[in-house]
């Protein structure tokens, strides 16, 4: 597992996405979302807006686990 380290208390999933270099845009990061590719804390995570906080862990399908550092 990837430890990412973002510089606030908390982002949205979308931008994460971006932030850990998994996509390359808001786009790219809606389509892996909206696609079921993404889990949030072991939970399918539908929603490209939701907040991330620190020690959330971002499952990736075919890329791999995050751990979201603030």
Do not use: H
């Amino acid at each position: 597992m990837q430890k990412i380290k973002v510089n606030t208390e908390e982002i949205r999933l979308d931008q994460f996405l971006k932030w850990a270099n998994v996509s390359g845009s808001g786009g790219e990061s809606k389509v892996l979302i909206q696609s079921g590719m993404v889990k949030v804390n072991g939970l399918l995570e539908m929603k490209r807006g939701r907040l991330l906080k620190s020690g959330y862990t971002v499952e990736v399908e075919g890329v791999g686990s995050f751990l979201v550092v603030m």
